[in-house]
């Protein structure tokens, strides 16, 4: 069986503009979701992608060999192209899985594959979250107590408008208060989606082992069952059928 080809996707701008970002992230958010994927899934094959790169690293033929692909963006949402954006649902809806992170719920690829506004209320305030495990038995909580916690992060909370989840994986106390659904998944055409809140700059969330075993384990949900590629077949009818169907037999 081949190894399974993940794809890690950064903007890549706090790490740059921000010096506090780049002090807890100095191989760049996305080089510390690629290491946590490869801890606990060693035989994948692991890579990371940035907004910098030609085609923002994603290019068609890079995407044809990609069976999942995380994504982490915020501040530059409107500058990944809307033909890349295209490009990876198409993907999507062929079979590869796409797990988006935290900030990620405002993302092009996230709207577009959600057909809603994708808001939330927010507030940084580095408070404590605790994610409650709603399905023990799904693959993505597998290996999580039955809640853990974060000693900071930015808060999210509810309503988060996007279309009520197939399956419910996390749901996140806040310190302050709010609750929020953390975990969700989707399927959209042939491929799988999960949503994952955590993960806001600030904090060293992707270097915390509970959140990169989860993150590591939606990965493995998320590979591809088979490709299908809808190209909307016109089916003719068949000889046999044609004969019998005709007026006058
Ligand atoms: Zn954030």
Redesign the pocket.
């Known amino acids: 069986m081949n190894p399974l080809r993940v794809v890690v996707w950064g903007e890549n701008i706090h790490e740059q503009q921000d010096a506090a970002v780049a002090a807890i992230y100095p191989q760049g958010m996305h080089g510390a979701i690629a290491e946590g994927i490869r801890g606990f899934l060693p035989a994948a094959e692991v890579s990371t992608a940035t907004l910098q790169e030609p085609e923002h690293g994603l290019s068609a033929e890079r995407l044809a060999t990609t069976d999942v692909l995380t994504w982490w963006g915020?501040r530059g949402h409107a500058e990944v192209s809307d033909e890349v954006a295209e490009r990876v649902q198409r993907r999507v809806l062929e079979g590869m899985g796409l797990i988006v992170l935290?900030?990620g719920h405002y993302s092009k690829i996230f709207k577009r594959l959600m057909g809603t506004t994708c808001s939330l209320t927010?507030r940084?305030a580095g408070e404590r979250e605790r994610l409650w495990v709603c399905n023990p038995g799904h693959p993505i909580a597998e290996g999580i107590d039955r809640n853990f916690e974060l000693p900071q992060e930015?808060t999210y909370g509810e309503p988060f408008v996007v279309p009520t989840p197939d399956e419910q994986v996390f749901i996140s106390w806040f310190e302050g208060g709010e609750v929020f659904r953390s975990g969700c998944c989707w399927r959209r055409g042939n491929g799988r989606i999960f949503y994952f809140q955590p993960?806001?700059?600030i904090y060293p969330t992707y270097f915390d082992r509970n959140i990169r075993r989860v993150i590591a384990n939606a990965v493995a949900w998320a590979r591809p069952h088979g490709r299908w590629v809808d190209s909307c077949p016109n089916a003719k009818i068949s000889p046999e059928r044609a004969r019998l169907s005709s007026p006058g037999v």
């Open positions: 915020h935290h900030s927010w940084v930015e993960g806001h700059e």
